[in-house]
């Protein structure tokens, strides 16, 4: 195409991708969405993103960013005019540099999780941000979305383990914000302005993040537990008992880990009777600077007064990091069950840990009166008050039957969040998927401030246009 031969002068034929060599792009992991695209660039460095965003500032071609395609929300995907630019960050995968005196990694946007993790381990420094799709999402995406995971607890959500930023412009400029200075009170927070934006207020191309001494032992424990208030106390009990510790500690239904058995029968649960039939589970880690004796014995002690408690039915606490594995891996397989068992609607949300057993108790009911026989497949992270609210259809449903009524399912789960304080959103954003729901829940004001951001950093509305705001004055 005549149009893209400024694009494949600035990147090479083969990094300008169109035909059924974009289908993998323009779809979403769920496969819930699916657009079309003018074509897919695969720049190679911060300047050719540079390049690319001029040409289509200059051209008004939409811009897509996209990290490694693994959001959930449809932030990544183009809508089906085929008018926009996927612009694919996959080759700004380089390791910049390691600062251990500071404790900080300079690493481009396109790096995988899993590749951050282990040149931080490499260095003997931990980068503590884990989630289930480590092996395939990039820093760019968990940063766009402010990714969460399973060790937020103990270390915050992506935008508090990163101090400085690259971001390419709506215009082409590039800020260089990568300082890696705990203490800078020189004007506007820029970086966690563009953190969570999902890629609609500029391209994050380049990112220094925060690194932590590795922890000399790590305890986890798989407990049986009798309903979410024993959950939550014992929360509250293992805080006290491990204070900055505490590293994980994820609420799982005890629906979700037969699923994970019913669909990969080689992962079993370690409890047997009725222990292996308890409504709740709970999955807890704790990371020691000592030992792992120092470690088991802290573990034991805690996991011992729950007992003496009344709030543990059961517990397994791993020998070894084997065993350890295993339990997160039942834990991280989850969604995966989910998906291979059949379309389901999903739900990211966060509410006060004081009221999460008020939550699932309410929304339940309702759900259960409006549609009864659905199923809830409920896990997430208890630890930072986020849960993996979602509904399966049963045998009462077809999967047919279930989608074309999410609409409704959205509204009882999203207005018993709101009405408890929470957010419609926890971790994984808002995309496309919930655009149209948040003037529902956010404040006006709140709104108005956000829609006036837009339009100061790119008026032209080229940055992944229809994600996260919609027209103004519409839902």
Same mark, same amino acid.
């Given at each position: 195409?005549?149009? !893209?031969?400024? =694009?494949?002068? $600035?990147?090479?034929?083969?990094?300008? $991708?169109?035909?059924?060599?974009?289908?993998? *792009?323009?779809?979403? /992991?769920?496969?819930? *969405? @699916?657009?079309?695209?003018?074509?897919?660039? #695969?720049?190679?460095?911060?300047?050719? &993103?540079?390049? &690319?965003?001029? /040409?289509?500032?200059a051209n008004k071609v939409p811009i897509v960013p996209q990290g490694g395609n693994t959001g959930l929300c449809g932030a990544a995907t183009p809508d089906s005019s085929g008018t926009a630019l996927?612009?694919? =960050?996959? @080759?700004?995968? @380089?390791? @910049?540099? $390691?600062?251990?005196?500071?404790?900080?990694?300079?690493?481009? %946007?396109?790096?995988?999780?899993?590749? &951050?993790?282990?040149?931080? #381990?490499? %260095?003997?420094?931990?980068?503590? !941000?884990? !989630?289930?799709?480590?092996?395939?999402?990039?820093?760019?995406?968990?940063?766009?979305?402010?990714?969460?995971?399973?060790?937020? !607890? #103990? *270390?915050?959500n992506a935008r508090d383990l990163v101090l400085g930023l690259e971001v390419v412009t709506p215009e082409g400029d590039i800020w260089h914000g990568l300082r890696g200075l705990r203490k800078d009170n020189t004007g506007y927070d820029l970086r966690n302005l563009y953190i969570g934006s999902e890629g609609t207020l500029g391209v994050i191309t380049a990112a220094t993040l925060k690194l932590y001494p590795l922890p000399v032992a790590q305890c986890t424990a798989l407990v049986a537990l009798n309903s979410v208030e024993d959950a939550v106390a014992l929360l509250s009990m293992a805080r006290r008992g491990f204070a900055a510790s505490l590293t994980g500690f994820e609420l799982i239904a005890g629906f979700c880990l037969h699923l994970v058995n019913r669909q990969y029968p080689q992962q079993r649960l370690p409890f047997e009777g009725d222990s292996a039939a308890m409504p709740w589970y709970a999955l807890l880690e704790i990371s020691d600077s000592e030992s792992a004796e120092h470690a088991r014995e802290r573990f034991e002690a805690i996991v011992g007064e729950a007992f003496e408690a009344g709030l543990v039915a059961d517990a397994v606490i791993a020998e070894n990091i084997a065993q350890s594995k295993a339990l997160w891996h039942l834990r991280e397989s989850i969604p995966l069950a989910e998906k291979d068992a059949g379309k389901s609607i999903k739900h990211d949300v966060s509410v006060p840990v004081s009221r999460m057993s008020s939550f699932i108790d309410a929304t339940n009911a309702a759900l259960q009166a409006r549609f009864p026989g659905i199923e809830h497949v409920i896990f997430g992270h208890l630890g930072d008050g986020n849960l993996h609210y979602n509904v399966a259809r049963g045998q009462a449903f077809t999967e047919d039957e279930l989608l074309s009524n999410q609409d409704a399912v959205y509204e009882i789960v999203h207005d018993n969040v709101h009405k408890l304080g929470g957010s419609i959103s926890a971790e994984h954003g808002v995309g496309q998927l919930k655009r149209d729901v948040l003037p529902r829940y956010k404040d006006p004001v709140e709104m108005a401030l956000m829609h006036r951001i837009k339009q100061a950093l790119d008026p032209q509305g080229l940055m992944n246009p229809g994600k996260v705001l919609g027209p103004i004055g519409k839902p």
């Open positions: 195409m005549t149009q !893209l031969n400024d =694009l494949v002068q $600035i990147l090479g034929p083969a990094n300008v $991708i169109t035909g059924a060599e974009a289908d993998s *792009y323009v779809e979403d /992991w769920r496969g819930r *969405y @699916r657009g079309q695209a003018l074509a897919v660039a #695969r720049p190679g460095s911060t300047q050719e &993103v540079a390049q &690319v965003v001029k /040409w289509c500032a996927v612009l694919s =960050l996959a @080759r700004l995968n @380089r390791i @910049r540099g $390691i600062d251990t005196d500071n404790d900080t990694m300079e690493v481009e %946007a396109g790096c995988i999780l899993q590749q &951050v993790q282990q040149a931080g #381990r490499d %260095a003997q420094r931990l980068f503590p !941000l884990s !989630l289930a799709a480590e092996g395939s999402c990039t820093i760019g995406g968990n940063l766009a979305t402010n990714a969460g995971g399973t060790q937020v !607890l #103990r *270390y915050g």
